[in-house]
């Protein structure tokens, strides 16, 4: 058998997190979790809530250091937040006072990144979302869906190889919801980037997933995995 290089992009290895509280407590959170996410996949962990999903996703964006196990990304343990992992978390991330446009440019106006360049970076993931006529729009005056627009370009602009989204569609109602859903999934087939999804639906996860693994209740530990592949009959919808 040949000895193939590992193509896996982003690789978790025994991780576990214990929380010590205020009151001397310790909590499990999530316990020996294993998993490879294949460049390009999307990765849809659902569990219900309280299991240990935003942790897990926080160890991956380099927020919380684990207590147990370590993260790879290319190789490379995952110490601190970087800027090939762009984070989209399920509300209020966005500048309200400031319009759409001002918002999806920020992080690379921080960045240096020259004017023209930024520009169309922008308004081209603008146009992937439908946002084109909002640029100018102050985001407290846009919807919840189209606020989450927002949150994804600007994860976008910055390019990142893997999106981690954290509910992000949680706060939203059934029908945007539905929507965004199927945007989510252009997004993903568009740009080509991983996508490492958290929900508690499970007709969520269904509906996007490549990879799912699902949860068990805390300590958190990856239950069972399934390849999918409804998500190619959903690119057919219309976001
Ligand atoms: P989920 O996102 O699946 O709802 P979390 O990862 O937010 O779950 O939380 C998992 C468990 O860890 C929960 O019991 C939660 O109360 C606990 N927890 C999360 N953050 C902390 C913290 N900073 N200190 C103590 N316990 C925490
Ligand atoms: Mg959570």
Same mark, same amino acid.
């Given at each position: 058998?040949?000895?193939?290089?590992?193509?896996?992009?982003?690789?978790?290895?025994?991780?576990s997190?214990? $929380?010590h509280?205020?009151d001397?407590?310790?909590?499990?959170a999530?316990?020996?979790? *294993?998993?490879n996410?294949?460049?390009? *996949?999307?990765?849809?962990?659902v569990?219900p809530?309280?299991?240990?999903?935003?942790?897990?996703?926080?160890? !991956?964006?380099g927020?919380?250091?684990?207590?147990?196990?370590?993260?790879l990304? *290319?190789?490379?343990? &995952?110490?601190?937040?970087?800027?090939?992992?762009?984070?989209?978390?399920? =509300?209020g991330?966005l500048?309200?006072?400031?319009? !759409? $446009?001002?918002?999806?440019?920020f992080?690379?106006?921080m960045r240096g990144?020259?004017?023209d360049?930024?520009?169309?970076?922008?308004?081209? $993931?603008?146009?992937? %979302?439908?946002?084109?006529?909002?640029?100018?729009?102050?985001?407290?005056?846009?919807s919840?869906?189209?606020?989450?627009? !927002?949150?994804?370009?600007?994860?976008?602009?910055?390019?990142?190889?893997?999106?981690?989204?954290?509910?992000?569609?949680?706060?939203?109602?059934?029908?945007?919801?539905?929507?965004m859903?199927?945007?989510?999934?252009? &997004?993903?087939?568009?740009?080509?980037?991983?996508?490492?999804?958290?929900?508690?639906? %499970?007709?969520?996860?269904?509906?996007?997933?490549?990879?799912?693994f699902?949860?068990?209740?805390?300590?958190?530990?990856?239950? =069972?995995?399934?390849?999918?592949d409804f998500?190619?009959?959903?690119?057919?919808k219309d976001?």
């Open positions: 058998m040949s000895t193939q290089p590992n193509q896996s992009e982003l690789r978790v290895e025994n991780l997190m214990v $929380y509280t205020e001397g407590q310790d909590v499990h999530i316990e020996d979790i *294993n998993f996410m294949d460049e390009g *996949n999307l990765v849809v962990v569990g809530s309280g299991c240990g999903k935003t942790t897990l996703l926080n160890t !991956v964006a927020f919380l250091a684990p207590t147990g196990g370590r993260i990304l *290319n190789g490379e343990v &995952i110490e601190r937040p970087g800027a090939e992992r762009g984070v989209v978390f399920q =509300k991330a500048f309200e006072w400031l319009t !759409v $446009y001002e918002n999806a440019v992080g690379l106006k990144v020259d004017e360049k930024r520009h169309e970076r922008v308004m081209n $993931y603008l146009d992937l %979302v439908g946002l084109t006529d909002f640029v100018d729009t102050p985001i407290y005056n846009l919840g869906g189209m606020q989450q627009r !927002v949150a994804i370009v600007r994860c976008l602009a910055n390019n990142p190889s893997i999106l981690l989204m954290d509910e992000p569609l949680g706060a939203l109602d059934a029908l945007t919801r539905e929507k859903q199927t945007l989510i999934l252009k &997004i993903w087939k568009e740009t080509g980037k991983g996508v490492f999804f958290i929900t508690h639906s %499970v007709e969520e996860a269904i509906f996007l997933a490549t990879d799912l699902v949860m068990s209740a805390r300590p958190g530990k990856i239950m =069972k995995r399934s390849k999918l998500c190619h009959k959903g690119l057919d976001p």
